[in-house]
């Protein structure tokens, strides 16, 4: 007698299968959310750098041209280039960094770099002022070349 195999699947191989498939499913899933959530921080975190970059280069420009430099407290250092123009940076209490230039009688321009400002400290020593973004980095100190041609006489 010749016997045929049965032409189908069982139950069981059909239940193995769809759960390997949910299982795969799960996993694939978890992992694009995770990579999203990943390239969305990193792209977010890029931004932030790119803001702080532009921040440090109008502070750098605004102490290099300065003549005179203060600092009334860890929240503020005035950079004078004549008797009429001054810029002021300060840290709000909501943490932005605030830059506000003014030019005698016209109203003083401000740019602010919202949350930019959390834990910095602005000094003066000197002919240097210092950017220290947070109590654990290094200092960005920079030096005020009008200031440094005076010391030298020239």
Same mark, same amino acid.
């Given at each position: 007698?010749?016997?045929?195999?049965?032409?189908?699947?069982?139950?069981?191989?059909?239940?193995?299968?769809?759960?390997?498939?949910?299982?795969?499913?799960?996993?694939?899933?978890?992992?694009?959310?995770?990579?999203?959530?990943?390239?969305?921080?990193?792209?977010?975190?890029?931004?932030?750098?790119?803001?702080?970059?532009?921040?440090?280069?109008?502070?750098? #420009? *605004?102490?290099?041209?300065?003549?005179?430099? /203060? @600092? +009334?407290? $860890?929240?503020?250092?005035?950079? &004078? !280039?004549?008797?009429?123009?001054?810029?002021?940076?300060?840290? #709000? *209490?909501?943490?932005?960094?605030?830059?506000? /230039? @003014? +030019?005698? $009688?016209?109203?003083?321009?401000? &740019? !602010?770099?919202?949350?930019?400002?959390?834990?910095?400290?602005?000094?003066?020593?000197?002919?240097?002022?210092?950017?220290?973004?947070?109590?654990?980095?290094?200092?960005?100190?920079?030096?005020?070349?009008?200031?440094?041609?005076?010391?030298?006489?020239?």
């Amino acid at each position: 007698m010749n016997r045929k195999s049965p032409q189908g699947f069982t139950l069981l191989e059909v239940m193995l299968s769809l759960i390997l498939m949910t299982m795969f499913a799960a996993v694939g899933t978890r992992l694009f959310t995770e990579s999203m959530r990943i390239w969305k921080q990193s792209s977010d975190r890029q931004d932030d750098l790119a803001r702080f970059d532009q921040a440090i280069a109008m502070f750098r #420009a *605004d102490v290099w041209k300065a003549t005179s430099l /203060e @600092s +009334n407290s $860890s929240s503020q250092l005035i950079c &004078r !280039s004549s008797a009429d123009h001054q810029v002021k940076w300060s840290v #709000a *209490d909501d943490g932005s960094l605030l830059r506000t /230039e @003014s +030019n005698g $009688s016209e109203t003083p321009a401000e &740019r !602010s770099w919202t949350g930019m400002g959390r834990g910095v400290t602005l000094t003066v020593k000197g002919n240097t002022a210092e950017f220290v973004p947070s109590v654990d980095s290094v200092p960005i100190r920079l030096r005020a070349e009008t200031l440094m041609l005076m010391e030298d006489g020239r």
